[in-house]
Each structure stands twice: as structure tokens, then as C-alpha cells.
């Protein structure tokens, strides 16, 4: 599963409220979504439970029956990496989605939050913004 990337509850979020400030997001999911193979973890799902109003949740589903190829993951991720990336200095909800996308074997994460995971050294996925998102959709 290497080819899928993950996006973070923001980029759904900021996608789905097409936030002005990041257009790129809006383009991701709505534009070029069928170039991308996505790959959505439990944590997301979790979060985007909690901050999607009543009308979001079946334009999201709408916009990722487009995308090429969209798995949905509803393991928890072990303990054991959760603790990991805990000690490592992730927060709580952080840790929890880098140890289910590090499960899942995901090579990549697109996310808004400059700090998620900035501290951590050798992570098994890399975390990209709207600008390095966007670009990779030419080349599926």
C-alpha cells in the first residue's frame, strides 16, 4: 500500500469548507482525487466524526468514491507503537494515527499541521503539505 496516501483530518476539513487559505486542499479532493489512491485510518475517521457539520460527511464520501482506489482501515493499531510513538513525543492522537498508518503500510500523509510529527526522526511514512499533495496527482 505504499502508493496510497493518507490525508489528515484537517485536509478533509479545510477541503470540504474550501478554506480560502488553502485552496490546494479543495483542488486535492474535489479536482484530482481520482488520481490518488487514499487511505483513510480509524483516528481520522474518529475525528472527522466530531468535526464534520451534518451536510459534510456525504460530500467527503461523495469526493472519495471518485478517488482511484479508497480503503477505509477501522483497526485500532497496536498498543505497543501507540506507547512507541508516544515516547517518541507524539501526541495522543498523533501517535495513534502515525502507529495505524505504520500498520497499514502507508507511505504518505498529507496534512496541514507543519507540527504533526515534526519532531520525530525516522518515521515510516512521509508527511506532506498542500504544495508537495497536489503535484504527485500528475504523475498517477
Keep these: 500500500m505504499d502508493d496510497f496516501i493518507a ?8 477541503a470540504l469548507r474550501r478554506d480560502p487559505r488553502f485552496p490546494a486542499w ?5 479536482n484530482h482525487i481520482d488520481r490518488l489512491s487514499v487511505h483513510v485510518p480509524l483516528q481520522v ?4 466524526r466530531h468535526n464534520l457539520t451534518r451536510s459534510e460527511p456525504r460530500r467527503l464520501l461523495d469526493a472519495l468514491n471518485l478517488a482511484r482506489d479508497c480503503t477505509f482501515d477501522y483497526s485500532d493499531g497496536s498498543q505497543d507503537r501507540i506507547a512507541h510513538w508516544a515516547a517518541l ?9 502515525a502507529a495505524q498508518l505504520e500498520a497499514s503500510h502507508i507511505g504518505f500523509l498529507a ?6 510529527l515534526a519532531e520525530i526522526d525516522n518515521l515510516p511514512f512521509e508527511v506532506i ?10 504523475r498517477r
Design 89 to 97: 513525543g507524539a501526541k495522543k492522537g498523533d501517535a495513534v494515527i
Design 111 to 116: 496534512s496541514e499541521n507543519r507540527h504533526f
Design 129 to 138: 503539505t498542500s504544495e508537495q499533495a497536489l503535484p504527485r496527482t500528475n
Design 26 to 30: 479543495a483542488a486535492l479532493l474535489f
Design 7 to 14: 490525508l489528515n483530518t484537517n485536509v478533509f476539513v479545510l
Design 45 to 48: 475517521l474518529k475525528e472527522l
